[in-house]
């Protein structure tokens, strides 16, 4: 997800009937068991056929329906100033009158609504996106919206931590220069629900200086697992391990960056996979589900990356690259991540329009579960590329944003390992972002990113159907 000009729909799509050609799903194997499965995704899958919306926004199954909870240049913020463009990644909070979001704003340059620079919140006078807060109740209905953090660019996604913070992700390596008073490319953490926490923003500098997309929070180690969107090179993984002495929770993050030795605490490490022992060099390598490899930690020499981008400090042969290392998110005991998408000419091994990969700490692997083989035709119903940010739906399997091109679509992936439909944006080809359900699982939230609009869906919730009715047999 990104507005970068690497992003998935701003790319031509070459070699595509060299691809796999079809939607292949793994099974889910955290959430189901340990088989894997391939199959083609059916209409029938999920909950239903998705139904054309009169307004023309969002076409959902039957008997659900959304609501506009925000929608950019349009609603306000308590200031009075409107809410700013490129709804991304977005962290949902349980809270006395219902749920609490806090969206990204992917804003690198020419948008049309910034997030308005506040005094105390704001980072770099220079910069344009940010967060904002926004308070729901139990129906996701707006009661409140407001800036949280400000002078941040191309907060793209991020990740909940286990203490009830949100971390926003600056997806750019832009340096101090001209309008930009300070580096970029930074991890900030957000509090949802107390403005003062946010004051005078602090980079999480230990985390690294590149091209953040997401995280994933280990909440028993408080390790944090991170995505790299970048090429030339392709990006990389990364695991940030917390000094023995760190404890969780809220400001800790702020308070270790703040100390003397804050830029280098805790180790900062990259993904290198095997196979065997055979080195892995691509993710892309993997095209069927189930694929396992071997993982190993290989330090960053300078996380601040003073004259060298972090993945260009690395030779191929210590780590293991990926095109587009998009959305994460921590659940069965381990982090999902997602890869967008790859094609020979960008460096990968093999083509294919999105894969979902599993890290296990506990056995140190890497298990890809999903894979999307190169969609022929993605402006016909039926076929996905692109897969973005990720959810783990509390009704089995997972949520997919599409960020490919064609049609655009929220994507489930049912445990049986079947991919469907659940909303399709009607009004343009712009992507979903920012998948997450309530606490409750009654509501999901989920973006269109332009012209800007933030959603809240509601209905017959239950656990999709795999169009096997033997499946459903409790």
């Known amino acids: 997800m990104t507005s970068s000009p690497i992003s998935r729909r701003n790319l031509l799509r070459r070699g595509a009937a060299g691809g796999l050609g079809i939607v292949v799903a793994g099974n889910l194997e955290a959430i189901a068991g340990p088989a894997a499965a391939r199959a083609a995704c059916r209409p029938a899958v999920g909950y239903g056929e998705l139904v054309p919306d009169p307004a023309g926004l969002l076409a959902l199954p039957p008997g659900f329906s959304y609501t506009i909870v925000a929608q950019a240049g349009v609603t306000l913020l308590e200031t009075g100033q409107p809410t700013p463009s490129d709804a991304d990644g977005t962290g949902c909070f349980r809270s006395p009158t219902g749920s609490v979001l806090v969206n990204n704003h992917e804003i690198g340059g020419s948008e049309p609504y910034g997030v308005p620079a506040m005094a105390g919140l704001t980072y770099d006078p220079g910069a344009r996106g940010g967060t904002t807060t926004i308070e729901v109740d139990g129906e996701g209905r707006r009661l409140r919206e407001y800036v949280s953090v400000a002078g941040t660019h191309n907060n793209c996604a991020g990740g909940i931590t286990p203490w009830g913070t949100w971390l926003t992700c600056e997806e750019t390596e832009q340096r101090a220069d001209g309008k ?198 993605p402006a016909q119903e039926g076929g996905y590329d692109g897969p973005d940010n990720i959810t783990v739906s509390p009704y089995g399997g997972v949520i997919l944003a599409e960020d490919g091109e064609g049609l655009s679509h929220l994507v489930g992936v049912t445990a049986q390992g079947k991919a469907y439909p659940l909303a399709r944006n009607e009004l343009n080809d712009s992507e979903f972002t920012g998948p997450t359900f309530s606490a409750d699982g009654r509501i999901l939230f989920a973006n269109i990113q332009s012209p800007g609009y933030v959603f809240a869906i509601t209905g017959p919730w239950g656990r999709p159907s795999d169009a096997d009715p033997s499946a459903d047999r409790s």
């Open 180 to 377: 930009y008073l300070k580096d970029h490319g930074y991890v900030f953490e957000v509090d949802p629900h107390d403005r003062e926490q946010n004051l005078h923003p602090v980079p999480l500098t230990f985390l690294g200086r590149y091209a953040h997309e997401a995280v994933a929070v280990d909440p028993y180690t408080h390790s944090i697992f991170l995505t790299e969107d970048a090429g030339g090179p392709n990006g990389l993984y990364f695991r940030w391990t917390p000094p023995r002495d760190f404890r969780g929770g809220k400001g800790a993050l702020r308070a270790l960056a703040l100390r003397p030795d804050g830029d280098t605490a805790g180790e900062l490490q990259a993904m290198n996979c095997f196979q065997g022992s055979r080195h892995v060099a691509d993710l892309s390598e993997a095209t069927t589900p189930g694929t396992r490899y071997t993982v190993e930690w290989v330090d960053v020499p300078d996380r601040d990356a003073r004259t060298v981008s972090v993945r260009r400090q690395f030779t191929d042969e210590q780590v293991t690259r990926s095109r587009k290392l998009e959305g994460a998110w921590w659940a069965d005991g381990g982090a999902y991540f997602v890869a967008s998408f790859a094609r020979h000419d960008d460096g990968s091994v093999n083509e294919h329009d999105g894969q979902v990969w599993f890290y296990d700490p506990r056995s140190e692997t890497v298990t890809l579960k999903t894979i999307f083989g190169v969609n022929p035709d």
